[in-house]
């Protein structure tokens, strides 16, 4: 008598295979739907821009391109005037940059349009933008998460650590920091042995020790707690 394949094992097993590739074939057509409408918007942004600088077509332009483009695709939603000005302003903000790359261009459309809309609302550089649009790739950031390490500054708080590195303090032969808490990524003052918990957190420094190996005459040359603290603007 053959079992019920919904009680079969290799049936069941098989199966679940089965969903989890419908699953990432959805999501990869998914990824290229968005690269290929960002890829649009970041050329229908050049051309805004271009036409905008060289025919007199007065400040009805996107309000009349946003009628017409929504009359013949009323089914698209990006055609509106305010989404219009967003992709304006997309390709103006990057476009400060003298020379901008097929590279930075492909980031930017591999990441959701809700995403870049965020990135050049809250970053005062390009710079500052690049950093969280590879930052989302890299850590899969969603909007709220990426929201959250905006406002909580968290390119800021990583330049003020790698300063710390370029400061006149002797590299002595084996410092030992230990990092609990939160932490941006590792602090390149000296040699540090570091324990970390999460990477995307600001830093908290609860020990600062040296091994006895230390010659005495670098220790007082070190940064001292209040030093680091200081240094990081208080936000430890």
């Known amino acids: 008598m053959d079992i019920p394949l919904q009680n079969n094992t290799e049936y069941k097993n098989w199966l679940k295979d089965l969903k989890q590739k419908v699953l990432q074939s959805q999501l990869k057509a998914a990824v290229k739907v968005n690269s290929a409408l960002l890829e649009f918007y970041w050329e229908l942004g050049e051309e805004i821009v271009q036409r905008q600088a060289q025919a007199c077509w007065g400040d009805g332009f996107l309000k009349q391109l946003s009628q017409d483009l929504m009359a013949e695709f009323p089914d698209m939603k990006g055609f509106s005037e305010r989404n219009l000005k967003y992709i304006r302003q997309w390709v103006v903000f990057y476009s400060n940059e ?139």
């Open 98 to 236: 003298k020379a901008i790359g097929q590279q930075l261009v492909a980031q930017l459309t591999q990441i959701s349009w809700g995403h870049n809309l965020k990135i050049i609302a809250k970053c005062q550089s390009i710079e500052e933008a690049v950093y969280y649009v590879q930052n989302t790739l890299d850590n899969g950031w969603s909007r709220s998460v990426l929201t959250h390490q905006v406002e909580s500054a968290l390119w800021q708080r990583e330049g003020k650590v790698r300063r710390m590195g370029k400061g006149p303090y002797p590299c002595p032969s084996n410092p030992r920091v230990i990092i609990d808490g939160h932490v941006v990524p590792p602090l390149p003052i000296l040699h540090f042995e570091y324990a970390l918990s999460d990477i995307q957190k600001p830093i908290g420094v609860s020990e600062y020790q040296l091994t006895q190996s230390l010659p005495e005459n670098l220790q007082s040359k070190l940064p001292s707690i209040e030093d680091i603290e200081n240094e990081l603007g208080g936000d430890l």
